[in-house]
Antibody, heavy 117, light 107 residues
Framework: QVQLVQSGAEVKKPGASVKVSCKAS????????IHWVRQAPGQGLEWMGW????????KYAQKFQGRVTVTRDTSISTAYMELSRLKSDDTAMYFC??????????WGQGTLVTVSS | IVLTQSPDTLALSPGERATLSCRAS???????LAWYQQKPGQAPRLLIY???SRATGIPDRFSGSGSGTDFTLSISRLEPEDFAVYYC?????????FGGGTKVEIK
């Protein structure tokens, strides 16, 4: 069965960077895009960007341009999201999701990133 | 494209019908309009894709409709497990946006 398993919770100081991983299984990793979505406490869903797992091509939301980098390692079917210059309002749950048929059909369990001095 | 969901909160009783609205600031391809359900502490779950197709395992009390700029998610008879937050989402021009969500709560 399809699974996306994310890395564990992180606590970072303002100005630092965080890198979250998303390991895929149960399907051909390079056949689909992986997207990253975040959710601040008590807030809605916010799209951050995607990676074409085959070509490595990426697209980011304007809000995160210059601060987010999404990569992948096809040898281990894993995507990564790195967010730099962290601020307190980057405290959120970060999700990866498999994109297919115009929607997210599978989601990771989420990774809580807390930014605090 | 901005997606505006209404109402923000819908207070209903089990067994009642729920109608949720998602309005886009410009026309959206129906192929790229989806609805999700999210419960506290969980990742969102895909309900509807392509504006009207139910995802695998989704009960037929959930239905989606609409085109252009106006889309609707309907739940014919609310079950206790349906009380949650619902989001619409669109993908166009390589960019993706979510609506702000509608919370369906028990009256």
């Amino acid at each position: 069965q399809v699974q996306l398993v994310q890395s564990g919770a992180e606590v970072k100081k303002p100005g630092a960077s965080v890198k979250v991983s998303c390991k895929a299984s149960g399907y051909t990793f390079t056949d689909y895009y992986i997207h990253w979505v975040r959710q601040a406490p008590g807030q809605g869903l916010e799209w951050m960007g995607w990676i074409n797992a085959n070509s490595g091509g990426t697209k980011y939301a304007q809000k995160f341009q210059g601060r987010v980098t999404v990569t992948r390692d096809t040898s281990i079917s894993t995507a990564y999201m790195e967010l730099s210059r962290l601020k307190s309002d980057d405290t959120a749950m970060y999700f990866c999701a498999k994109y297919g048929s115009g929607s997210y059909d599978y989601w990771g369990q989420g990774t809580l990133v807390t930014v605090s001095s | 494209i901005v997606l505006t969901q209404s109402p923000d909160t819908l207070a209903l009783s089990p067994g009642e019908r729920a109608t949720l609205s998602c309005r886009a600031s410009q026309s959206v391809s129906s192929s790229y309009l989806a609805w999700y359900q999210q419960k506290p502490g969980q990742a969102p779950r895909l309900l509807i894709y392509g504006a009207s197709s139910r995802a695998t395992g989704i009960p037929d009390r959930f239905s989606g409709s609409g085109s252009g700029t106006d889309f609707t998610l309907s739940i014919s008879r609310l079950e206790p497990e349906d009380f949650a937050v619902y989001y619409c989402q669109q993908f166009g021009s390589s960019l993706l946006t979510f609506g702000g969500g509608t919370k369906v709560e028990i009256k």
